[in-house]
């Protein structure tokens, strides 16, 4: 069934380069998770016995005969002590070799695709999926610059991260499932990117929701883990909701649902169409839903349940980015629908800045990140919705690059605190930041690094954070006058005006991000250790397995900044906006619709102003922190002090699941037990209708066998009684 | 004439019912059963005179029918009686609903 | 308006034998000792056979006296005798106040009714009908002539099936007084 | 292939051969002689009974291909007169959509008996006899094309099941075996009158005429496509069978109480009998009833009804058995739904649902047997921890819960897509509520499924499963299930191409009649 139809693209430039094979990309971690899946389950069966029954009759005498294998993993994040997985050194091959393999491939398509120059996207058809009278989904793979760049973030990183998890993973039990679920993570996000139409990117947006409620759920044995890992699939679930609707809106008033058949029923409608505002709307529910924005964030901070790998693939650097992916995917057609855009700007904004508060007070070093995640989705949100397209993809790009890295030394740092606890029979939360402190003279090059990751996120100069978080904001900025923008409005408040506070909320979280990075690297790396005497020699320097990864995501978060320099800089550094030329061909037309056409250009002072107060706000975050954290002050977190007023409402998250919980989840389970099921259908149709009319009958019964009293007298009477009537009515007649 | 043992008729028949109702005791139950066929067979007889002897041989094959009733119903009732040592019909009550 | 052919004899005669009749049989309810009410019973039929001969049915009084009052309530008499009911001390089996009242309305409003259907349906023949009052009838066979004309000719059917049921009875009463062994 | 059938004329004796073919295998097994013990009984039963489905469903391949769905006549016709005076003919025969749903019963039947292997014990003779005959009856209703003969199979079909709940049933049988006999019945005298009515109707001169086309004729020709009540009477029925929402409460009893078999039989093939119903005869016989305004919106509403309250009540179920008993009334109201919408899209996605549906349920029905004949409990409180202790048990339960729930890949996705994405172009109101139940579905079955397998392993009674997983019988069951699921998932288009023909036949037809009513009433 995986025959080369006939593409249509055989004209395409790319159609006889490599790009051929690029249907070879999902399929090889697919392999990887059908081999690694066999693997885990071959050591895991043993069939039981022909009679099953068997099992409640001996009770229990032989329950464990001594199975070698496997029993899966045990004990949070404390699993090392099992027996490591028999076929562990295969997997640790194949894992990471598939995800190497894939990044080769699309390293070669990427090579001749810049060579190719595209213009139009290279569509690979493989077979047709649901054909039904109007409606004729095929599965294609749509190759063009945006979801080149994708790809290579997902294979790039996927691979980096790969090798880390084989020395993070290596004494887990689980170890072949691990990879088997990573793998098909990895399948279905490059199936969600490469996908060539919106239901095909949607078998891949549910496919990476399947696989982070896998992953999260990983040590499923502690009831936590299980609920994080169900509470993001419902959470997803909800954003796919919205997904599915935009894509009926599509086909019932487009006909298709290919991207270029909407692109171009898009480009028709004229801007500020109901419609295109309807199906943007929905589609940025989803993104919401899958890229954890405000209304639909709170699973991302308990998906830190799952093993620190899953967290910096998944939760960091791939998959809640498939919501920005969504927006720019569908350019054109934001750019139709100003009020869906700056919907989707204002929640950016405003997510950006309630995560980032939350951020500012919480203990466990994976909720800091968690909920700094969720505040640079914020920002992309913002870049992408305000019509910049570039921006919020290169934003994706950096924080991709950074954030992966933060989670990672997270991952090493975490990894030793364990072996350390390990060694001394210890249950202390190897996460918490209280009881960690003065790491720097233990792990100088995860210290090194981190730091890196730290002022690129803040968005120092140099490093890349500050290009891409500058270029959203300038872009804010520059699209307050003479954009689709400025003239729309929501709720009333005119775009201008909105957009001013997008970039006040921009600034502020910028600010709290510097702030809370800064402390979480202060109370882990700096002040004094207060791992506790016994644990200080263990505490050492993760694997090079591990480390390595490390270095290079460093590189890139140093790097990453030049593929994308201001126009300002005038080619002062290195060639000027690469990503925005690279990206033109795909996004380019949705943009120019935002701008009116022109480039939106600022003049020289009020950018250079703008640049000044994004670096300013940078170092005064950090400054404040250090001036006023201090780190010595800080006590072991078994002994430390309960939080009071504002800190415990921020550590508790201004209190939202608790909201939910009360207002969504009990109300629905007790009207549905209460009304729906006791009340209706016990109740109403079971007890009144069906029981009820058996009762009737009965009791229709029990009168008549009343009149059969047996005595003799009774029916004497009954025989006069009637006499008298029958002749009582002939004597009328 | 026949108006008046029409009359009379009723009335017997009348008291043949009150006493079917009013008595607990098999056996004047069984006669006042016999006292209102006896007032049937009056108003057979005195029709009887209108409209031919057919009244008559009417009353002849009520008659038989009384004796054939009399002779099974006391013998169940003795039968009863041999089992219940009373003839008062609420005791026996047996065939109840 | 007695036609005046009808002889004072008659008239009186009827009305004693009728009064009579009704009162041994509301005596015969009322007798709480079921020899008493037997007693009254048969002196019912006498009146009954008296009144059945003065409406030309002699035939009829003569079987109403020999096998009703003879036959049929010497039975009872007999049963009564054997199972010694005849005393009167156990409690009346007469029922309580209500119902017998409730029973004496209800047989009011039965004759009640009887009385308006029957004049409703023989009003004129009624009042002019008077018997012939000549005993010796001069049909041939005699005053039993019709009777038994009518019996052996068009009900013979009737006439055969009648003894049928007499035997079954008689079978019938054997089998169920019998003594169980 | 088809060469080979047209050799042996296949088409001509293949319909009445696998109506046949139980009954005799059934006859066999009741006039068998008994076997030594009662568990040498036991087994030789149900070998020879596997055999004979096992036969059935070989016999039945055939089909796919014999059936040549291009050509709008009936296929593999069959006819034989059977009560002349009154117009009955024994007249059998194909269309796709039929097509699709006999292969689904004849395939799925020695897997209901597998799954069923060692949990019947006593009586197994007439249970496996009683078995056949309830499959002649379920592929009679699939096949007649004669008012009569499809009344007799529908009869035919409710006793052996009524005796199956009843005999061999949990501890509350008999009161939901009567529940469901009673209920289906009532509904289905409604139809007896209907089709009595119609028969005579479309009679010649004196002389009745059942025949499927004879009466598609006359009520086309007639008014009578337009009377709302020979549609109700035809609705009820199938609407118990279905079943839509205020006649569903007999489902969950029923399911509860039946044997594996029996329960995997009724929710994979005879809730398909309501909706089977539907498109063969309430819809294409009073079109112009179906689609009054009042009727439609209080088919669609009730459907929606039926897939939201569905979902929700299973969200609170306790027993397991009971969740997948609401969640198939779900499930269903989506088939309701993509039939009552009238596009292309929706009905056969509307086909789609009923296949998948049949399979995923079906393989949840076995899984749930698989773990009550282990642990004699179906409450899901009890377990917690199964994948430590049964790990090929929770792998195979996660695959056929996320093809329950939808998620694409599997065959559920693609049926729930097409209906929303068809009903969403006529009923857009109806078809968003319907995609809530999305969320609700992920809900129930991922927290059932989270409370049995995942969760801490602390009661004795799970630790001790751990020598217990599923064996090689019951793996060698549940595998083509699983494949079904992911073929049908990835790969839907043969299954939809054979069922395009008939879908857009229907909808043609009901379109022709609604216009050619419209234009009457303008002139």
Redesign the interface.
Known sequence: MLTQTDAPMTGHPLADTVARFAWLLPVLPLLGFLFNGFLSLRAAAHPGPADPTAASHDHGEHGDHGDHGAHDAHGHDDAHHAARHPSAGLVSLIGPGVLLLSFGLALAVFVAMRAAHIEEAYVLTLFQWMPTGKLSIDVALQLDQLSMVMTLIITGIGSLIHIFSVGYMQDDPGYPRYFAYLNLFVFFMLLLVLGANYPLMFVGWEGVGLCSYLLIGFWFHEKANADAGKKAFIVNRIGDFGFLVAMFLMFANFGTLSFAGVEEAAGGLMVGSLIATAICLFLFLGAAGKSAQLPLYIWLPDAMAGPTPVSALIHAATMVTAGVYLVARSATLFAVAPTAQLTVALVGALTAVFAATIGLKQWDIKKVLAYSTVSQLGYMFVGVGVGAYTAGVFHLMTHAFFKALLFLGSGSVIYAMHKAYHETHNHEDAQDMRNMGGLRRHMPITFGLMWIATLAIAGIPVFSGFFSKDEILTAVFARTHGSTLAEASLFGIPGTALLYAIYALGLAAALMTAIYMTRMMLYTFHGPNRTGEAERPHLKEAPWVMTGPLVVLGVLSLVGGWMNLPLITGGAIGPVELLHHWLEPVVGTGANIVTLGETPHLSHATEYTLIGTAVFIAVAGIAFALWRLKPAALVAAKDAPAEQGIAKVLHDKWYVDEAYDAAVVQPTLGVSRTVLWKGIDAGLIDGLLVNGSALLTRAFGWMGSQAQTGRVGTYAWVIVLGAVAVLGAFSFL | ????????S????????????????A??????V??ML?AV??SF??????Y??????F???V??????????G??????I??HRQS????D?????? | MNNEFYPLFFSFHFYLFGLIALASALLFVTRKSPVAAALWLVNVMFCLAALYVMLDAQFIGAIQVLVYAGAIMVVFLFVVMLLNLGRPEDVSDIRGQFPRLAAGAVGLALLAEVMVLARAKFPAQIESAIPSGDLSRGEPGGIIGPVAELLLKDYVLAFELSSMLLLTAIVGAVVIGRKRS | MTAFLESISYNGWILPALLGLPLLGAAVLLLRGRAATADAQMASDRRFALWVFLAEAGLSLGLWWSVNVEVPLWQADFELPWIPSWGVSFHLGLDGIALMLVLLTTLLMPLAVLGGWTSIREKTASYYALLLILTTGMLGVFMALDLVLFYVMWEVMLIPMYLIIGVWGGQRRLYASLKFFLYTMLGSLLMLVAIIWLGTAAGTEGVPNFGYDAVLNYTRLSDAHGSVWLFAAFAVAFAVKVPMFPFHTWLPDAHVEAPTAGSVILAAIMLKMGTFGFIRFALPFFPAAAMLPAVRTVMLSLAVIGIVYGALVALVQPDFKKLVAYSSVSHLGFVMLGIFALTTESLQGALVVTIAHGISTGALFLLIGMIYERRHTRLVDDFGGIAKVMPVFSVFLTIVALSSIGVPGTNGFVGEFLVLIGSFQTQPFYAVIAATSVIIAAAYLLWAVQRIIYNPLVKPENERLRGHDLNWREIGLLTPLVVAILWIGVYPKPLLQKTERAAAKLIQYVEDVRTSDRIGRIR
Not at chain 2, 63 to 72: D, K, L, P, S
Request: neutral net charge.
């Open positions: 004439m026949v108006a008046e043992s029409l009359a009379l009723a009335a017997l028949f009348t008291i043949g019912v009150i006493g079917v109702l009013t008595r607990r005791n056996i004047i139950l069984f006669m006042c016999e006292l006896n067979n009056l007889v005195a029709l009887s005179t209108l031919g002897a057919a009244g008559q041989v009353v002849l094959f008659i038989t029918v009384a004796a054939a009733e009399a002779a099974v006391l013998a169940i009732v003795i039968a009686f041999r003839v008062n019909l609420d026996i009550n047996l065939l109840k609903g």
